[in-house]
T-cell receptor
């Protein structure tokens, strides 16, 4: 099992550019999450999904959109990137009564 | 509202000393509770978790945590710290039903003196 796979691992954007981060899990998990990690702020929940076709806002959703068209995939989009979105992004998934399984992270820099 | 507070941003202990990292949460019922550790440039590793049952939970690397409902706390402890324990520690709270949100604290960075 690959677990949770995030692509890409690194990306540099210019202000105003758009991009999509892909998260894929092969554990048949219902629940998937996108977090951003910034120094001194821990992991903050951006958006999450409790099943295929559903999404919900987390703690810091502004500037991001998500989609869960297939159960195994959870996409995070930045429509118009800003320097404040420079961060490390982690995807995670879980099932009922399980721990969170994390991807290896995406380091995003917005210049 | 669901929230997690880790009051200590930095903690420094001497190698061999005992350790306690604090975690307080806010949630309307008994949540899922976790402690994760992250070394620099690395991902998050689960130390231990509490879902239900015995309130004293044993984890990996000699760590334990105690769920205290009356204090809304889930503090992490280790009787004797090793230099390799230097890292950042995160407490997390999960909603076991309904929203299924998982919220993390801001972390405690542990420094170990030789």
């Amino acid at each position: 099992n690959a677990g949770v796979t995030q692509t890409p691992k690194f990306r540099v954007l210019k202000t105003g550019q758009s991009m999509t981060l892909l998260c894929a899990q092969d554990m048949n998990h219902e629940y998937m999450y996108w977090y951003r990690q910034d120094p001194g702020m821990g992991l903050r929940l951006i958006h999450y999904s409790v099943g295929e076709g559903t999404t919900a806002k987390g703690e810091v959703p502004d500037g991001y959109n998500v989609s869960r068209l297939k159960k195994q995939n959870f996409l995070l989009g930045l429509e118009s990137a800003a320097p404040s979105q420079t961060s490390v992004y982690f995807c995670a998934s879980t099932g009922v009564g399980e721990k969170l399984f994390f991807g290896s992270g995406t380091q995003l820099s917005v210049l | 509202a669901q929230s997690v507070t880790q009051p200590d941003i930095h903690i420094t202990v001497s190698e061999g000393a005992s350790l306690e990292l604090r975690c307080n949460y806010s949630y309307g019922a008994t949540p899922y509770l976790f402690w994760y550790v992250q070394s620099p440039g690395q991902g998050l590793q689960l130390l231990l978790k509490y879902f239900s049952g015995d309130t004293l939970v044993q984890g990996i690397k000699g760590f334990e945590a105690e769920f205290k409902r009356s204090q809304s706390s889930f503090n992490l402890r280790k009787p004797s710290v090793h230099w390799s324990d230097a890292a950042e520690y995160f407490c997390a709270v999960g909603a076991p039903s309904g929203t299924y949100k998982y919220i993390f604290g801001t972390g405690t960075r542990l420094k170990v003196l030789a």
